[in-house]
C-alpha cells in the first residue's frame, strides 16, 4: 500500500512510502481512500508546528473519502462498495466533547488518510451525500463539521448577520450554510478576486482588509452600528480584537482559528462590555456530520473544491501555505 507519510518536519521531507496494510478485524472497515482534502492543520502537521513531539512517521490528513472494499466480523452498517468518509475524531459518535471522545484524532494521535487503504471503526465512518464525487465528499469532515457547528452554536434565526474571514474551506462552508438557513453573510478578504466570487455563492458584501485595514468599523456601518450576530473566526489572537468591536452586543465569536500573530492586547473589557460569547469550536461528532449530510443532501449543496493528483502533494501544501486557494483543496488517490 502506498502512502505519504510525515518522516521529518517540513514539506519537502514529506515522503511517499511504501506501507504495509491490513486486513479489518472484527468491527473494523476498510476504505479504499479515491480523495483527501486538506485543512491548515495539516500544514501544520507536516511543518511540525501543531505537534512537534508527535511520533513519526505518521500519516498526515484528517479528509478523506472512498468505498467500502472489505468489512471485519460484526460489521453491519456497512458492506463492499459503500461510499464513507472517516469522522475527525474516531472516538466521538454523539453528545458533548469529553477528553477520552477528543482523542483519536486522524491525522494527528492516529495515522491519517493520505494512503491507498485505510483501516477504521465502524463506529468512525459516515456515508457520503450521493450528489457528490469523492472529491467533493472529501472536503467534509472536519472543514464543513466545523462551519456547521459554528452556526449551530450561535443559534441564529433567518434574518441574523454571519461575518466570515478570508475565503478558505471553513469560511466558505460557513457563507454557503448561512445562506441556505436565510442569513446575511459580510466577509472579509485580502483579495477582491476572492471577494468576487464569495459573492457569487452569495456573500451580501465583502471588503479588502488591506486597503481597509480597519474593517471593525466597516461591519458596524453595514450593520447600522449594531454588529455581526455571529463572527466566524478564524484569524485567532490577532484579529479577535476586532472581532470583539465588529460583534453585536450578546453576539457569538465561534473561534476555529490560529492563522495570526497578536497585534494588540486582548480588549478584555469588551468583552464584559459586549457580554460577547466566545465558543471554541473543534469540529464535531459523528451524529454532527450525518445532521450536516441531510441539509447537504435536501440542498444539493456542492463543496467548493479545487483537485488535484495525489503526486502533487507537496505543491497542494505550499498553496495552501502561500494563501493561494479559494475553498478547499483536494488530491484525488491515484491506484
Known sequence: ??????????????????????????????????????????????????NPKMKLPRIPCSDGAGEVTAVGEGVSAWKPGDRVAGIFMQNWADGPPTPAKTKGALGGDIDGVLAESVVLSEAGLVAVPAHLSFEEAATLPCAAVTAWNALATAGLKPGATVLIQGTGGVSIFALQFARLMGMRVLGISSSDEKLERACLLGLHAGLNYRQTPE??????D?????????????????????????????????QIGVLSDPGEQLPLPLILHKQARIQGIYVGSRRDFEEMNSCINLAALRPVVESSSWLQVRDVLKKMEAGAHFGKLAVTVDH
Open 1 to 50: 500500500m502506498r502512502a505519504w507519510q510525515i518522516s521529518a518536519f517540513g514539506i519537502d521531507s514529506l515522503e511517499f512510502a511504501e506501507r504495509s496494510g491490513r486486513e479489518p478485524g472484527p468491527g473494523e472497515v476498510q476504505i479504499r481512500i479515491r480523495a483527501v482534502s486538506f485543512n491548515y492543520r495539516d500544514l501544520m502537521m507536516v511543518k511540525g508546528f501543531y
Open 222 to 254: 453595514q450593520t447600522n452600528g449594531e454588529g455581526a450576530d455571529l463572527v466566524v473566526e478564524v484569524g485567532g489572537v490577532g484579529t479577535l480584537p476586532r472581532s470583539l468591536r465588529a460583534l453585536r452586543m450578546g453576539g457569538t465569536i465561534a
Open 215 to 220: 474593517w471593525d468599523r466597516w461591519v458596524l
